[in-house]
């Protein structure tokens, strides 16, 4: 059976597959990171702010995805994107214009997805929380002793 991914993103790709998804964890860390530490300098909502924050996350992200993707292909042999038939390219890990895909996505995660996630999460009790966290882990063990 096909699933919703699977069609609209065909193949096993980077995106939520193997137990290196937190590399993408890592990302969404610097994006709030980088948001708090801004906003002590920038009035919270301001262009000011919002430019700051793009570029911290252009380059940010960039330079994890380069990490991520050098330390996937030596560690695990294999190769999860490459962007080497896009244009603005540098190697095969990185593009401009994905760069500035992960700029834009910053923005849109501080200014929407953050404070609506902050909401929600309010709502579910602690031993939900608990144990959504240690079936993760599970996950992630046993995916990693699978793989290697």
Same mark, same amino acid.
């Given at each position: ?31 709030? &990171? ?7 300098? $920038?009035?919270?909502?301001? #262009? ?10 252009? $380059?940010?992200?960039?330079? =994890? ?16 994107? @490459?962007? &080497? @038939? ?14 500035? =895909?992960?700029?834009?996505? &910053?923005?849109?995660?501080?200014? #929407? ?14 031993? =939900? ?9 599970? @996950?992630? =063990? ?7």
């Amino acid at each position: 059976m096909e699933t919703i991914v699977s069609i609209f993103w065909p193949g096993e790709s980077g995106i939520l597959y193997g137990f290196w998804t937190p590399i993408y964890g890592f990302g969404v860390l610097l994006i709030l &990171s980088a948001s708090y530490v801004l906003q002590k300098y $920038f009035q919270k909502y301001s #262009w000011k702010y919002y430019l700051a924050l793009f570029f911290t996350s252009f $380059f940010g992200l960039t330079v =994890i995805e380069l990490i991520g993707g050098f330390l996937i292909k030596y560690l695990f042999h294999e190769e999860l994107w @490459d962007y &080497s @038939d896009l244009p603005l390219h540098i190697g095969p890990y990185i593009s401009v214009p994905v760069s500035f =895909i992960w700029g834009i996505g &910053s923005i849109l995660l501080v200014r #929407w997805i953050q404070p609506f996630l902050e909401r929600f999460l309010k709502c579910i009790p602690r031993w =939900i929380t608990v144990l959504c966290v240690f079936l993760f882990g599970l @996950d992630n =063990i046993w995916t990693f002793l699978l793989k290697v």
